[in-house]
């Protein structure tokens, strides 16, 4: 559910490449605000499928979207609770966790600081009181790829910035560290826990953090004309996210993200029009 | 005459604790209900590894005997219950054997004999047996695996718990003391039962300061093993502080007391964060091998054999209590591994594509980066150059410096350990 979305379709596509029989649904198919949608959804499952809940009105900035969100949420659980399915997957985010310099981990408390993070947490803690089959929640932490909607400060804006001839503004020097993950690492991260059948919470993250500074430099090192990168004075201050990646190492010991070095080299070759790989 | 002193439940504790008695000249009778255990101790076949029991024990056979049968403890002044109490994977005690057996001691011991709690129990457990029965008195042990019979004939001071600290201890138990020739503290019942929690805790509390500040290390490109030494030198840390960084905490004693701590903390309403972060930082601790390998062969693809040198939570015993490499072991199922163990057994169950090695060095063969998780002496005497001529990689993850960095860089592995950053090949 939500397999038009940038994470949802590009689910879709790994799971179609690894094999696997994947029923994209979007809005078209079952609008989760309309009250027939649990009944609907419910029609929809099998016994044995499992069920991927991507779906979210993302960024979550309001008292509105939050409502929505959760009449969203609301909807999947009454279909889940009417119709079982084998396996549940929930698409959640890193959100959830307070901004903190301690290192998150899975075992980090679900403290959000914004209506984003509650969209999330609420939705987590809705599906764990309803759903009877195994459920895998999923926190990936900042995403990255050509078809990302979204122009949240870094890769993402940074590239779009660039291509169009425009500067590259930092939020102080760019200091904060953060952790990126390649759109397509996300999908293959799935495609594991569908294979093993997991349940219990994942944070989906390379383990290395990087500033923002340094991801500016290797976007902007991908143009031929020079972009300039520009600090701005700092209002906040810096506030790092590592994550201890150890219980993902434990899941998939065999699994390695794509490096960011060759994500943002992938992403821009696709966004100037080459194929996907 | 000495006192004859005899010892209800045949563990480790009892075992080591009723030979470093006999060896300080007293007449000692070592009671457990496993006949076949009893039948081995006294062919001197002890079940445990420690350096020096046996030969203690050989030398010993004329004070020390050991028996099945209860009746054979009623002669004795002095009656410890030295059963090593048993805790689960989170640390809680199970202290219903040792209850048990308790009763079975009272029953038999004479009236004016002490009985002696060695084992480990929470504060107010001696006390409620004292209430009714003057005999009972605590002892704290502070026994070592690995080391026990080091720290069992010289301990460094008896902790003693009772129910008048400022009285005289009976006259038979005053005099096992004075034997070994060290302070004893008389205190109240609850103060010793938490003295030994409370070492314990001042251990664990150096533990996580040298795990936080080595792995600070790690990243800064800071070595630990150079800091150490100046911490030494300041009086206030001391020249024994503990401060060798680790792979988390194991052996099940530690454990058991930190889970005390924090049972007892939430009971009575105070605080124990710290003791909550210690424990945290352990489980982050003992997972660094993994990452390590994370790092540098497992997210690389292709077939691959890693080699696992040490299997026990410690050298010089045959534990695998919460051993970091059981741990590790069983977090990489997907990857065939080849395991060696001077004390210990490789056991299939840990994982399905285990092997046990001949020798250190056949567990070396064919691997893509072989790691030690026992500092075994027996590890010390391997030549780098060698084991990497026999290795199909070049990784070395090496958390306690078992070996010397420079040889290993000269034979071209890349090395890793605690509380430095790693090196390349």
């Known amino acids: ?277 | 005459m000495s006192a004859r002193i005899g010892f209800a439940g045949l563990t480790h504790l009892g075992i080591c604790s009723a030979t470093a008695t006999a060896a300080h000249g007293f007449q000692t009778v070592g009671y457990d209900a496993d006949v076949g255990l009893v039948a081995n101790l006294a062919a001197g076949e002890p079940p445990i590894l420690e350096p020096g029991l046996r030969e203690t024990m050989a030398a010993n056979t004329h004070l020390l005997r050991f028996t099945a049968d209860i009746s054979h403890l009623r002669d004795c002044d002095v009656i410890y219950l030295a059963l090593d109490v048993r805790t689960d994977d989170a640390g809680n005690s199970d202290l219903a054997p040792l209850r048990e057996l308790i009763g079975k001691v009272a029953g038999v011991a004479r009236p004016q004999a002490s009985i002696v709690i060695l084992s480990q129990v929470p504060p107010g457990f001696t006390r409620a047996y004292a209430a009714a029965d003057a005999r009972f008195i605590y002892q704290v042990e502070t026994l070592i695996f690995g080391r026990a019979m080091e720290r069992a004939l010289r301990p460094e001071r008896f902790i003693v718990g009772c129910a008048e600290p400022a009285a005289q201890l009976p006259a038979p138990y005053a005099a096992l003391l004075r034997a070994f020739g060290c302070p004893i503290l008389p205190m109240r019942f609850e103060s010793a039962e938490l003295a030994k929690i409370s070492i314990n805790m001042c251990l664990v509390a150096s533990v996580g300061v040298a795990n936080t500040m080595a792995e600070l290390c790690e990243g800064v490109g800071a070595d630990w093993s150079e800091i150490v030494p100046a911490l030494k030198l300041d009086a206030r840390i001391g020249p024994k502080a503990y401060l060798a960084p680790g792979l988390g905490i194991a052996g099940g004693n530690l454990e058991r007391d930190l889970s005390t701590v924090v049972r007892l903390s939430g009971e009575h309403g105070t605080d124990c964060g710290i003791v909550k972060a210690w424990i945290a930082n352990s489980t982050h601790r003992r997972d660094w091998a993994l990452r390590r390998l994370a790092e540098t062969v497992l997210e690389k693809p292709g077939e691959l054999v890693i080699g696992v040198l040490g299997l026990a939570y410690k050298e010089d015993t045959a534990s695998t209590k919460n051993s970091p490499s059981v741990a590790l072991i069983r977090n990489l199922r997907p990857v065939p591994l080849q395991a060696y163990d001077p004390a210990v057994k490789v056991d299939s169950a840990w994982h399905p594509q285990i092997s046990g090695a001949a020798s250190a060095l056949a567990a070396c063969d064919g691997a893509a980066a072989v790691v030690i998780m026992t500092p075994w002496r027996e590890f010390r005497d391997l030549d780098p150059a060698t084991m990497a001529r026999r290795m199909s990689g070049k990784v070395l993850i090496d958390p306690y410096r078992v070996l010397d960095p420079a040889a290993c860089r000269a034979a071209g592995l890349a090395y890793h350990t605690l509380g430095r950053p790693a090196e390349a090949a």
Do not use: W
Request: with cysteine; charged share 20%.
């Open chain 1, 1 to 277: 559910m939500g397999a038009n979305g940038f994470v949802g379709g590009a689910i879709v596509r790994h799971l179609r490449a690894i094999g696997v029989a994947a029923l994209p649904l979007s809005r078209t198919d079952i609008d989760l605000l309309q009250p027939d949608a649990g009944e609907k959804l419910a029609a929809r499952l099998k016994p044995d499928d499992a069920f991927l809940f991507v779906s979210a009105i993302a960024p979550c900035r309001d008292h509105d979207g939050l409502l929505r969100n959760l009449t969203m949420v609301r909807a999947v659980c009454a279909g889940l609770e009417r119709a079982s399915a084998a396996h549940v997957i929930n698409i959640s985010s890193d959100a959830v966790y307070a901004a903190s310099e301690e290192t998150v981990s899975e075992r980090t408390p679900a403290a959000p600081a914004d209506l984003h993070g509650v969209m999330h947490a609420t939705r987590e803690v809705m599906l764990r009181g309803s759903i009877k089959a195994p459920l895998a929640i999923l926190r990936p932490s900042l995403l990255y790829g050509a078809a990302d909607p979204h122009n949240g400060y870094g890769p993402n804006r940074f590239r779009r910035l660039a291509a169009e001839g425009k500067e590259i503004t930092l939020f102080g020097g760019g200091e904060e560290q953060r952790d990126h993950v390649f759109i397509d690492d996300v999908s293959a991260v799935v495609g594991l826990c569908l294979m093993h059948r997991s349940q219990g919470v994942l944070n989906i993250a390379t383990g290395r953090s990087v500033a923002f500074r340094h991801i500016a430099d290797m976007v902007a090192g991908k143009f031929a004309q020079p972009v300039k990168i520009t600090p701005t004075p700092r209002r906040n201050p810096i506030v790092h996210r590592h994550f201890d990646v150890t219980d993902r190492v434990k899941a998939f010991p065999r699994f390695a993200f794509t490096p960011l070095e060759q994500g943002l080299a992938r992403v821009h070759q696709e966004s100037l029009g080459g194929r996907r790989g």
